[in-house]
């Protein structure tokens, strides 16, 4: 918490319904901040990971702030940077799906490279027309080094295997360029995979966590996934979101990897998850080619040796207790179904 009567710190940041920004603000409001999200309209609410922690307004215990903005948008970007005054800025906002990425490219690399390119240029002129110190942090991907072989660490080349890396590439040259050309405090967080149980549901982890706890109460029989045997450096985020918030407590900007140095392939996680509930992955798991991207990122697997050392983080769930933690939470989420299901509320295709 910030000593009494200290003005509270603010923060802004993209992306606040997605998984991160959700344990981020809960990260942030603990330490005492006053946080702000840009949330993008939707024709549906989209604030389902926020509602546990929201406050109304008009309230005035109320420190979580929500604002219309998008990254397609510079307008809104320089409204509410000016408006605020944050003195963090995290740029959290993305399409952050790499396979969709195919589907959608120039939307991603509007959203993802222009859209930091945007927030860039608002906090840079915020900064040069009030003098403040406004503190930036972009999140970069682990998918940037694509093709490159692990170990990964920040001086690695970078080889994006899709549109949204390739996007992720010019977003993370962006930030360093403003932070060389313009002096802003300005850091990339390369991070590697990281998982909850509020993971977007078409991620493969979530995917097969969702899927494991359906099947498990007989909501579902089948699976369809794609290529199994990539392999993925896996952590939980609410451990990386603390990273993103040491980046910018340091003396001075700069690029760090954030990553658990193992990696699992799709197959092992499959094995451990299903097992972890007592079923055999291969009586339910199909194969769709359907799932298969154009070009694939075999092997990700971080060396966290210099966030380790300079900001003294490390991750604290491993593979078995993140696995453990998703399934636990499906499972349950799974038995609220059924019961919706078993009343005649909703078919058991549909999602409550
Ligand atoms: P999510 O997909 O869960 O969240 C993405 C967020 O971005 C959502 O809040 C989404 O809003 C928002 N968003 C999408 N488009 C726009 C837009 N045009 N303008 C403003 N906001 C937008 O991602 P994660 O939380 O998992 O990841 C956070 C960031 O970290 C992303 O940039 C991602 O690319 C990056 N990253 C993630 C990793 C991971 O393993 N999770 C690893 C490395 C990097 P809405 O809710 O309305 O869709
Ligand atoms: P990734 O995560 O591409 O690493 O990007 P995702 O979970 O989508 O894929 C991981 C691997 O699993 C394979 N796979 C499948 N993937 C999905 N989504 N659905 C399937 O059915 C399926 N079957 C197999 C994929 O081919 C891939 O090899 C995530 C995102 O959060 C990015 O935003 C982030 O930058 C990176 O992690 C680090």
Known sequence: MAPENAPLKKALITGITGQDGSYLTEFLLKKGYEVHGIIRRSSNFNTQRLEHIYIDPHNSSARMKLHYGDLSD??????????????EVYNLGAQSHVGVSFENPD??????????????????IHVESTGRLVKYYQAGSSEMYGATPPPQDETT???????????????HFYTVNYREAYGLFACNGILFNHESP???????????TRAIGRI???????LFLGNLKASRDWGFAGDYVEGMWLMLQQDKPDDYVLATENSYTVEEFLEEAFGYVGLNWK??????PRYFRPSEVDNLRGSAQKARELLGWQPKVNFK????????????RAKREKVLVDNGYIDSHQQP
Not at 107 to 124: F, I, N
Not at 198 to 206: K, Y
Not at 283 to 288: A, L, R, S
């Open 198 to 208: 509020r993971r977007g549901e078409n991620f493969v982890t979530r995917k097969i």
């Open 216 to 222: 498990k109460i007989g909501l579902q029989k089948k």
């Open 321 to 332: 207790q993140l696995v453990a933690m998703m399934v636990d939470s499906d499972l349950e």
């Open 74 to 87: 510079a307008s809104s970007l320089r409204k509410w940077v000016d408006t605020i005054c944050p003195d």
């Open 107 to 124: 939307y991603t690399a509007d959203v993802v490279a222009t859209g930091a390119l945007r927030l860039l240029e608002a906090v840079r």
């Open 157 to 171: 080349v970078f080889h994006p295997r899709s549109p949204y890396a390739v996007a992720k590439v010019a977003a």
């Open 283 to 288: 009586d339910h798991v199909e194969i769709d």
